[in-house]
T-cell receptor, first 114, second 109 residues
């Protein structure tokens, strides 16, 4: 069964460093997302991406964040200068359509900022 | 402001003991209500979409229902493998899903 894969599974970084989290969505999906979950808190929307551009972003997704789909398979989230409060589990998700809410999530990348 | 509240926070059941989880929501222009299951250390796994009040969906031991203000996830004769956190989310006419904090279900043999 096709699945969303994410790398790395865990990354530890120093405050102020740049981090890139990588995702390979399901191949025939058109909509791509990043969500994050701070330990013990809700899953929160960061950004959605469709047709090679951002279609929606949350207040969390400020200028320190960017997303890219550099080729036909990878989807990346970059955090330019990490802060302590960026420590969280970051989930990539993909979907066939917008309406159904049927998102396929990866297993997540745990980011720890020291 | 859009809000999703789930109760209870945690639920412990004996195997075979049926129960219900609640998701109450406040959202303008509901596009759909979604149930997901999340196992520890994993990403959420899609279960159901409900679009309008009165709608019901079933999958194995799970049944989801929707009213204008809340949704219930009924678990009939649960098994230990049903242990997980169950997440409710709502969507408006935007891309983002707004998740609740979830109900952590433990089913004991």
């Amino acid at each position: 069964e096709p699945e969303v894969t994410q790398t790395p599974s865990h990354q530890v970084t120093q405050m102020g460093q740049e981090v890139i989290l990588r995702c390979v969505p399901i191949s025939n999906h058109l909509y791509f997302y990043w969500y994050r979950q701070i330990l013990g808190q809700k899953v929160e929307f960061l950004v959605s991406f469709y047709n090679n551009e951002i279609s929606e972003k949350s207040e969390i997704f400020d200028d320190q964040f960017s997303v890219e789909r550099p080729d036909g398979s990878n989807f990346t989230l970059k955090i330019r200068s990490t802060k302590l409060e960026d420590s969280a589990m970051y989930f990539c998700a993909s979907g066939r359509d917008r309406r159904s809410g049927e998102l396929f999530f990866g297993e997540g990348s745990r980011l720890t900022v020291l | 402001e859009d809000q999703v509240t789930q109760s209870p926070e945690a639920l412990r059941l004996q195997e075979g003991e049926s129960s219900s989880l609640n998701c109450s929501y406040t959202v303008s222009g509901l596009r759909g209500l979604f149930w997901y299951r999340q196992d520890p250390g994993k990403g959420p796994e899609f279960l159901f979409t409900l679009y309008s009040a009165g709608e019901e969906k079933e999958k194995e031991r799970l049944k989801a229902t929707l009213t204008k203000k809340e949704s219930f996830l009924h678990i009939t004769a649960p098994k230990p493998e049903d242990s997980a956190t169950y997440l409710c989310a709502v969507g408006r006419n935007t891309d983002k899903l707004i998740f609740g904090t979830g109900t952590r279900l433990q089913v004991f043999p």
